[in-house]
């Protein structure tokens, strides 16, 4: 009995979703402290070398049509260069963070007095949350991170102060201490109702997660551990451009595959601190413009 192969579907075209993005620029990143596993003291950095690698990532949003906020670093702060832990926002209401290590917990003030100077209203926090680290706009929803930073009680709050339904997704791995180094959405913006792709890293979650994100996105791309051990969903997209760690190849060809461009920025200096693309990335929704 033969039997019938179907012809692979054509890649869908896929259009590009102008972005407005807060960057900190890392003047005083360093590593002299361990709070997750990629953190090495002992191991020099690069400061320059850092600021150079994110140049870059700023450069290159701003070619391609990006609006890049600043907010300015601050000494003794190497980590503000991490501006998705900064807040999470959505129609110009900001969510400022509440960080659980004492190391970061001097970046709170200066993120919540930048929110209120560029019109979002603000909004909490009560409980322990790194913002866009573990929050992440998908569609109608938001996905949760919990198990290393932000708490069960921070996604109530988020539900309450937003009115949409929180998707809580447990990590695992301490190696993928937050959501978004395990897990990124690829359509920035999709018509109600409709279902964005996401991306994400099956072993990073526990199994009620996993089934979670199989039953709400059938459609995702898997990505593999070598592609997640370098930080390959710590990513950015636009809709179509999508910004990924040079080193992620098979997650470039999973998503050419899909008919996203991927485009490549190193930053393995920022990685020293556990942190890459969407790091250091803030997605902003609303406020002054």
Request: aromatic share 10%.
């Amino acid at each position: 009995m033969s039997q019938t192969v179907s012809a692979p579907a054509e890649a869908p075209d896929r259009t590009q979703r102008i972005r407005r993005y807060l960057m900190c620029r890392p003047e005083f990143f360093t590593v002299s402290y361990s709070i997750n596993p990629w953190m090495e003291p002992a191991h020099p950095t690069d400061t320059a070398r850092a600021v150079a690698q994110w140049q870059t990532l700023y450069d290159t949003y701003v070619a391609l049509g990006h609006k890049v906020e600043l907010i300015d670093p601050q000494p003794g702060l190497p980590d503000m260069v991490y501006t998705a832990n900064g807040g999470f926002m959505v129609d110009g209401v900001a969510y400022p963070p509440k960080f659980r290590h004492a190391e970061r917990q001097g970046e709170e003030p200066w993120f919540t007095e930048w929110f209120r100077a560029n019109g979002f209203e603000v909004a909490g926090p009560e409980f322990t949350n790194e913002g866009e680290g573990d929050f992440l706009l998908a569609g109608d929803v938001i996905l949760a991170g919990r198990g290393f930073r932000s708490t069960d009680d921070s996604h109530g709050e988020l539900a309450r102060i937003f009115g949409r339904e929180v998707v809580s997704l447990t990590l695992v791995d301490p190696r993928f201490y937050h959501l978004d180094t395990a897990l990124s959405v690829l359509d920035p913006e999709v018509a109600p109702g409709q279902t964005p792709t996401i991306a994400y890293l099956p072993g990073a979650f526990d199994d009620a997660s996993r089934l979670i994100l199989e039953e709400r996105f059938p459609d995702a791309i898997r990505v593999s551990d070598a592609d997640g051990a370098v930080f390959g969903l710590n990513s950015a997209s636009d809709g179509k451009n999508v910004f990924i760690s040079p080193r992620a190849t098979g997650f470039e060809a999973q998503l050419r595959e899909r008919g996203y461009t991927p485009v490549l920025i190193d930053l393995s200096e920022l990685l020293l601190g556990g942190g890459g693309i969407k790091c250091c990335t803030l997605e902003l929704r609303g406020g002054a413009k």
